[in-house]
């Protein structure tokens, strides 16, 4: 299985969130797109199913894929002007976003709904909180 991008599987959301998508009706792979679906599952696989994890994952991998290209080039006084090393720039500023909401990373919060507020006349604690 090559590409096939549906946004209501965990893959195609994958896709969505590290823009590995392609308009064209037959996309060559690394040109119009860089992970094959099945590449995508294993990566989710890895993760435990962790999506934020695993687009950090592939941020990562596509960030070291476009440092091997980062050139930069320019003809006359800038008349024409190519910079292709912000794209790796992206990719990692992208991955370590995307690590920070994973949750291995510890960075969802999880507030509670209500308190009860008890101290004993002994000075303990007795509140409850519900979540």
């Not at 037959?26 to 599952?41: C, I, Q, R, S």
């Not at 920070?100 to 409850?128: F, K, L, P, Q, R």
């Amino acid at each position: 299985m090559a590409y096939n991008h549906v946004p209501a599987t965990s893959e195609g959301l994958l896709r969505s969130m590290i823009y590995d998508t392609s308009t064209e009706t037959t996309p060559v792979k690394g040109t119009d797109y860089y992970f094959d679906d099945d590449e995508l599952t294993a990566i989710l696989d890895q993760n435990g199913d962790d999506l934020w994890a695993a687009a950090s994952d592939c941020c990562r991998s596509l960030a070291a894929l476009f440092a091997k290209e980062a050139i930069e080039l320019g003809l006359g006084k800038r008349d024409i002007y190519i910079n292709k090393k912000e794209r790796s720039k992206f990719y990692l500023q992208l991955a370590s976003q995307y690590s920070s909401i994973s949750v291995g990373s510890g960075g969802i919060t999880e507030y509670i709904d209500s308190v009860n507020y008890d101290i004993g006349a002994d000075g303990v604690d007795d509140s409850e909180y519900m979540g």
